[in-house]
């Protein structure tokens, strides 16, 4: 394996983590929501998964900033893998309980989760 790809495998957690989330931020052209709102919204959710210790080596969730997730109302739009869930109006606040409902325990925040795809499952584990 490439030193540098292994590296990347132990300090972020990748195959460790049980949940992904993408979250649209820093859009070259804001259409969900102001760039600022985006902006804080990327930087408390990378705050409060390092706190939680949930990002890092030995990860329970990986983060993604997209800079477009192409759905531009209710921003900022979040997407959660592996069970595909879509979330929008992802303030810190909200941010907040997608984190400590979904993230950590696994429910899914109906009160801003507005699509979810069926096709995403998680695999069943390696024999």
């Known amino acids: 394996m490439n030193p540098e790809l292994q590296a990347a495998i132990e300090n972020f957690g990748i195959e460790t983590c049980r949940r992904h989330i993408f979250l ?5 052209t804001a259409g969900c929501a102001p760039r600022e709102k985006s902006i804080e919204s990327w930087e ?9 210790k949930l990002s890092g080596p030995n990860a329970l969730v990986y ?10 109302a209710m921003g900022p739009i979040a997407v959660v893998y ?11 606040e909200v941010l907040e309980q ?6 950590m325990h696994g429910r899914i925040v109906a009160s801003f989760a507005f699509a979810q795809n069926p096709n995403f499952r998680p695999a069943p584990p390696a024999t």
């Open 63 to 72: 983060r993604t900033k997209a800079n477009c997730l192409r759905v531009c």
């Open 98 to 103: 997608i984190i400590q409902e979904h993230l």
């Open 24 to 28: 649209c931020a820093d859009p070259t």
């Open 82 to 92: 592996p069970e595909g869930t879509w979330y929008h109006s992802c303030t810190p």
């Open 44 to 52: 408390y959710l990378k705050k409060r998964l390092k706190e939680l």
